[in-house]
Nanobody, 121 residues
Framework: QVQLVESGGGLVQPGGSLRLSCAAS????????MNWYRQAPGKQRELVAA???????NYADSVKGRFTISRDNAKNTVYLQMNSLKPEDTAVYYC???????????????WGQGTQVTVSS
């Protein structure tokens, strides 16, 4: 089994910055894709950013130019640098990872517990 633990959430003023981290642990053979989702009150869960094992990235239109996703493969960790934060970014942010475990090279799809990000003055 693979566990994901997020950190770095909190309260920030509009225009401020936060950096989220998500560390994966367990019997990991490889991690293919790491993603950040968010869910605001009364809204459906939204894919914010994704990164492949080779470093290819995708972003939601609402965060392009403001957020940057990155990963450290040696540490099985993904980061989300969030700049120029807006009140609309307020949500619970969830880390997601898809890859392969050992033994048996079985596919896993794991989620973190979520971390609250609040943008308010």
């Amino acid at each position: 089994q693979v566990q994901l633990v997020e950190s770095g959430g909190g309260l920030v003023q509009p225009g401020g910055s936060l950096r989220l981290s998500c560390a994966a642990s367990g019997s990991i053979f490889s991690i293919n894709t790491m993603n950040w989702y968010r869910q605001a009150p009364g809204k459906q869960r939204e894919l914010v950013a994704a990164i492949s094992s080779s470093g290819r990235t995708n972003y939601a239109d609402s965060v392009k130019g403001r957020f940057t996703i990155s990963r450290d493969n040696a540490k099985n960790t993904v980061y989300l640098q969030m700049n120029s934060l807006k009140p609309e970014d307020t949500a619970v942010y969830y880390c997601n990872a898809v890859g392969t475990v050992v033994p048996g090279l079985k596919v896993f799809n794991s989620w973190g517990q979520g971390t609250q990000v609040t943008v308010s003055s």
